[in-house]
């Protein structure tokens, strides 16, 4: 199957550490349906393609893109499932279109989610409001000691995902790794507004003098 050449192709470029980070997420089970670990540990690549295959069927391609995203290996998203060649596919995605039975939604399949990361002049402007690095320097040198607090019950970020960020000596890197994370997950959602409307809700422990600037960044 074409998926499975993907995922092979997918594992192929993971190094040894991205592999085990790998392992490790699929065991997490946050957005999908964990694969014990007993079933993972000594698989060969080409093993583990079929496992991932047989186990998440057409949404295989999806959960590892997803798990891509959390290592995070960006560069390796965007080489095998920002184009046809890639991915798998052939034709256009007007020919895609029409091999389609008639009256089914795809919507929310791993085509159409595929066909939707293609980039477009629109979505290049999109990508221009994402936060920065130095956007998000400026905020975590701000933020206080409630950090963790607001990374896991507002920014919605994983146990194992602070601790990362916790083996940086320097609080402040601590924090911008934090938000980094929120951003590499986010993509083109990761705008100022966006990450001002979270750190204004309700109960979150930060001042608004430190977050009204994300305010200006939108004007």
Known sequence: MASTRVLLKVLDELSAKDLKRFIVLLEDGAEWEA??????EGKTCEEMALLLQNHY????????????LVVPRLDLVNKMFAGGEEDGTRG??????????????????????????MPTPKKSREIAKILTD???????????????QIGIQFLKLKS?????????????????NMLKFWR?????????????SILASR????????IDWLNEENE
């Open 35 to 40: 694969i014990p670990r007993g079933r993972l």
């Open 203 to 210: 109960g979150c422990p930060i001042s608004s003098e430190c």
């Open 92 to 117: 256009s995605s007007r020919e895609r279109k029409r091999e389609r039975p008639q009256g089914q939604d795809c919507a929310g399949t791993v085509c159409d989610q595929l066909e939707s990361s």
């Open 57 to 68: 069927a057409q949404q295989a391609l999806d959960v590892t893109r997803k798990i891509l």
């Open 160 to 176: 194992y995902e602070i601790e990362r960020c916790e083996r940086e000596s320097c609080h402040v890197m601590q924090i911008f």
């Open 134 to 148: 130095k956007q998000l320097m400026d905020l975590a040198s701000q933020m206080g000691h409630n950090w963790k």
């Open 184 to 196: 590499d997950r986010e993509k083109k959602e990761a705008t100022a507004k966006q990450l001002h």
